[in-house]
């Protein structure tokens, strides 16, 4: 069975126009912000109109099969990673079995893990979202490889990973003093393009 893939990361930061700006750079366009309007959840494509009522949530970049979100928040910091599985069932099996809840609506679904960050999990079906959104002139795949987490306790959060959710190969686990994304690489057949989440995000 194919282990999981990691696609997702959802950060929050007080500059997010910055970490907008690097984004954009590096290939990976805003697609879609989020927010409320007079109260009502709304949400505008790059290009639309936002009316001046509009209270600000988050924005999505995405292309290919990388899916990053910028949230305001009072100081930078990894809120979660996403997942695709093969096993999605059998993951969330395993994550109640090891006392962990399970937080599900129709369009999410997140892990809550002993530690201070979530984990979102997705079935591997939803794979060729990424695929599906590309324009047709468009042949490059996008992809997350070489994340690099920092834990407090890096054999503890390896081994829970690998009984619930299985290997992450895009996804190294180290000793740290805090849980942080160190950096990630965006990559194509053709670039790689590492990025420090420190810089990325103003830390």
Not at 69 to 85: E, N, V, W, Y
Not at 144 to 162: G, Q
Not at 169 to 191: C, H, M, N, Y
Request: glycine share 8%; charged share 35%.
């Amino acid at each position: 069975m194919d282990g999981p893939t990691l696609f997702h990361l959802h950060f929050n930061t007080p500059d997010v126009e910055s970490a907008a700006e690097r984004l954009e750079r590096e290939g990976l366009p805003c697609t879609r912000r989020f927010g409320t309007v007079r109260g009502e959840n709304r949400s505008f494509g790059p290009e639309d109109d936002v009316p001046d009522e509009f209270r600000f949530k988050l924005q999505v970049h995405r292309r290919g099969n990388v899916d990053i979100t910028l949230a305001p928040g009072k100081r930078p910091r990894i809120d979660h990673l996403g997942l695709r599985s093969s096993d999605f069932d059998g993951a969330l099996e395993r994550a109640r079995a090891r006392g962990s809840s399970v937080r599900q609506n129709s369009r999410r679904t997140f892990v809550m893990t002993p530690w201070t960050f979530r984990m979102e999990l997705h079935p591997r079906a939803d794979e060729d979202r990424g695929a599906a959104e590309r324009s047709e002139s468009d042949d490059t795949v996008y992809r997350i490889e070489d994340a690099l987490l920092s834990v407090p306790d890096a054999d503890a959060v390896r081994t829970y990973f690998d009984t619930v959710f299985g290997a992450v190969p895009q996804l190294a686990i180290e000793s740290g003093g805090e849980i942080w994304l160190e950096s990630f690489t965006v990559a194509t057949d053709r670039k790689q393009r590492r990025i420090d989440v420190a810089e990325l995000l103003g830390a």
